[in-house]
């Protein structure tokens, strides 16, 4: 096990394990957080529904460290009353504030995890806070482990949201996990289509980050070796457990190059689709390329 921590502004540490199982992880986490944080007031697990089923694990486990699991279905993509409803009852089942908030599935449950700290230290509906640097208060300390890899929502400095006008993401500094566990074992079992259609969603954030106006030397340099290793899991003739480290890693670093920079139109048309017509967030990237392809050529531009 390999812990690497970074300075507190940026707020991110990343423990790397290498075939650690699930409840593992719960356990190694929850003495990290008791003796890091010396604060004996639960954690709240976010845990997707699926994961429980796929990996059968024991949930007692959790009764070691006070820690309450709340399972959520990742079906939908994640709304702003849902965040607001989750918010509503851990304030009415718990007295004081929880010491923090770990979010593991995919880019749904981190997502949830990251707004749902973000609005138990703010207050007002979760809608208000859509846009740029709304946020006002420190979140509560909050864990994300993901189980498919592509969102990059494991290390972006925004949750999208689902709202009453629209579909926006919380962009802000107190947005990011406070600590990030990858591990790639975690992502077996993922469907393939899923897995395609997220891993496109890091590919595209490479695109949209590397060809987008707010390019800088930061967001190069992630989105550069993200797009590399995107390119080496989707063309090479890797294996199984290679793909899944590499997509994991390209996850972060497009994830890292977003936060530098913007998304660009393959995002806004995916928005879009999602709002409208609750289309998948990968999925709905990959339609909005052609699009923006058309768009391109009518301009006598291209990609390349
Ligand atoms: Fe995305």
Not at 116 to 127: C, D, Q, R, W
Not at 223 to 228: F, N, S
Request: aromatic share 12%; hydrophobic share 40%; net charge neutral.
């Amino acid at each position: 096990m390999y812990l690497q921590e970074y300075p507190k502004g940026l707020g991110i540490s990343l423990w790397f394990l290498g075939s650690f199982l699930a409840m593992e992880v719960l356990i190694n986490l929850g003495i990290f957080c008791y003796q890091k944080e010396k604060i004996p007031r639960p954690l709240l697990f976010f845990w997707w529904m699926m994961y429980l089923k796929v990996r059968n694990c024991r949930p007692e486990y959790h009764k070691y460290f006070q820690t309450e699991i709340i399972f959520i279905s990742a079906d939908e993509e994640p709304k702003t009353n849902q965040v607001d409803a989750l918010v509503r009852l851990i304030q009415e089942t718990h007295p004081e504030l929880p010491s923090g908030i770990v979010g593991i599935g995919g880019g749904t449950l981190l997502d949830l995890s990251k707004a749902v700290a973000i609005m138990l230290t703010n207050p007002g509906s979760s809608a208000d806070y859509q846009g740029w640097d709304l946020v006002q208060k420190k979140s509560l300390y909050h864990v994300g482990i993901p189980t498919i890899s592509g969102t990059g929502a494991e290390v972006s400095r925004t949750t999208v949201l689902l709202g009453p006008q629209r579909k926006l993401g919380i962009n802000s500094d107190y947005t990011t996990f406070n600590q990030v566990i990858l591990d790639p074992e975690l992502t077996k079992g993922v469907p393939k289509d899923q897995w395609f259609y997220t891993g496109m969603d890091c590919f595209i954030h490479c695109i949209e980050s590397l060809k987008g106006t707010f390019l800088n030397a930061f967001s190069q340099s992630y989105g550069e070796k993200a797009l590399e290793l995107c390119k080496e899991v989707f063309l090479d003739p890797l294996t199984v457990e290679e793909s899944r480290d590499k997509l994991m890693m390209a996850s972060w670093h497009g994830g890292m190059s977003i936060a530098y920079s913007q998304v660009g139109v393959a995002h806004a048309m995916s928005y879009g689709l999602g709002y409208r017509l609750g289309v998948k967030h990968g999925l709905g990237n990959c339609l909005g390329i052609p699009v923006f392809r058309r768009v391109l050529s009518r301009w006598c531009c291209s990609l390349q």
